[in-house]
């Protein structure tokens, strides 16, 4: 019996211990206040000097600016005058017909005579297929596009290329007229 009870007795007078010394450990203890006749210490330093700040003058110089003669085509005009066509493509196919590549050459010409103006070439699919592998088809398209365009002398830092896959079709249906009108690869011009 006094085995059962030494055994809940010690945990307990153990945990009262460790309760005390860490109450102990943690009280506040009074702060130290210098002995009698001990001196004081303290610390000067010595200036800084600030240097002088001049305030501001504005320049004393006056610039004449010339009147401009020739009227400026502002980017936005240009934009509206360029148009360029879409081309489209056979089913399951990225590869440039005889045809697209007449319609990118006539939008490499209009490309050429608008320097300032970039493109957004649209890579698009109609609804066959899943929709992972009409996104990289119409990137595909787009891509070919952009080449084709790069070998006729447009730069490739005016050409971007997105692929929307079957996400934004041209014309609603599911039959071969609305599937050929949305297998396209269509531009925006900015």
């Not at 945990?11 to 002995?35: H, N, Q, R, Y």
């Not at 089913?91 to 050429?112: T, W």
């Not at 890579?123 to 009409?134: F, I, L, P, Q, S």
Request: glycine share 6%; proline share 6%.
């Amino acid at each position: 019996m006094i085995l059962k009870k030494s055994r809940f007795l010690i945990p307990v007078i153990f945990v009262s211990i460790l309760t005390l010394f860490v109450v102990g450990a943690c009280s506040k203890k009074a702060p130290m206040e210098p002995e009698a006749g001990a001196e004081s210490m303290t610390i000067t330093t010595p200036p800084v000097e600030q240097p002088a700040v001049k305030p501001y003058e504005p320049p004393q110089e006056v610039v004449v600016v010339e009147e401009v003669k020739e009227p400026v085509v502002m980017a936005e005009e240009v934009v509206e005058e360029v148009e360029v066509g879409d081309i489209f493509f056979a089913f399951d196919v990225y590869a440039l017909s005889p045809e697209a590549r007449k319609i990118l050459a006539n939008n490499a010409k209009i490309l050429r005579e608008a320097s300032g103006v970039k493109i957004l070439v649209e890579g698009h699919c109609d609804e066959r297929g899943t929709r992972e592998y009409n996104l990289a088809l119409g990137e595909r398209r787009a891509n070919s596009v952009k080449k084709y365009l790069v070998s006729l002398g447009i730069s490739g830092s005016r050409i971007q290329t997105v692929s929307y896959g079957e996400d934004r079709p041209f014309k609603m249906g599911s039959n071969e007229s609305a599937w050929k009108q949305n297998r396209r690869a269509h531009f925006v011009v900015r």
